[in-house]
T-cell receptor, first 112, second 113 residues
Framework: QKEVEQDPGPLSVPEGAIVSLNCTYS??????FMWYRQYSRKGPELLMY????GNKEDGRFTAQVDKSSKYISLFIRDSQPSDSATYLC????????????FGTGTQLKVEL | EPEVTQTPSHQVTQMGQEVILRCVPI?????FYWYRQILGQKVEFLVS????????KSEIFDDQFSVERPDGSNFTLKIRSTKLEDSAMYFC???????????FGPGTRLTVT
């Protein structure tokens, strides 16, 4: 079983839709959870950073972590064509170093 | 807004040659990282570096790889004898604290021919 699993997509939605992106993981030691956005041939850009379980909201973005199910989500409200990118989940353990373990990324396309 | 910068943006080299990839982390950050992304694959951790020492490295980071902070601003990744399978995007990242957010640079695309 892969440590972090993410549906690669592609996911195509109309402008204004609510987008739900998800990752599952197997390592129960993961405590920090991140979402990065990556445009084609660019570096990952940090969107959300959360610790342990719960929700975090920032503008149109909401990150949710359910540690009991080993499942994290990113919701994008009122999606825009500029949100078209690959979304990477990443996670790390606490106290054991700062290596990030990434999912494969979900490619999102928001159409006009 | 401060950002991580990397040079060059694209490097082409022949198999067996040495390459040095350069990074300038965010100025008040103390923790530095290299990751790589082979085309179509996930981002993979290579190495983390703090206080002039490697903190952690992956199995990918073998004896062909080395890192250095040659001065107060640069952080470099050297590949001693490149192989075809080293072709990838190499990303530098930095964080202010050991558990802080990691900010990535734009990457260097390495092509080994």
């Amino acid at each position: 079983q892969k440590e972090v699993e993410q549906d690669p997509g592609p996911l195509s939605v109309p402008e204004g839709a609510i987008v739900s992106l998800n990752c599952t993981y197997s390592n129960s030691a993961f405590q920090y959870f991140m979402w990065y956005r990556q445009y084609s041939r660019k570096g990952p850009e940090l969107l959300m950073y959360t610790y342990s379980s719960g929700n975090k909201e920032d503008g149109r973005f909401t990150a949710q972590v359910d540690k009991s199910s080993k499942y994290i989500s990113l919701f994008i409200r009122d999606s825009q064509p500029s949100d078209s990118a690959t979304y990477l989940c990443a996670m790390r353990v606490t106290g054991g170093g700062n290596k990030l373990t990434f999912g494969t990324g979900t490619q999102l396309k928001v159409e006009l | 807004e401060p950002e991580v910068t990397q040079t060059p943006s694209h490097q082409v080299t022949q198999m067996g040659q040495e390459v040095i990839l350069r990074c300038v982390p965010i100025s008040n950050h103390l923790y530095f990282y290299w990751y790589r992304q082979i085309l179509g694959q996930k981002v993979e951790f290579l190495v983390s570096f703090y206080n002039n020492e490697i903190s952690e490295k992956s199995e990918i980071f073998d004896d062909q790889f080395s890192v250095e902070r040659p001065d107060g601003s640069n952080f470099t990744l050297k590949i001693r004898s490149t192989k075809l399978e080293d072709s990838a995007m190499y990303f530098c990242a930095s964080s202010e604290t050991v558990e802080g957010e990691q900010y990535f640079g734009p990457g260097t695309r390495l092509t080994v021919t």
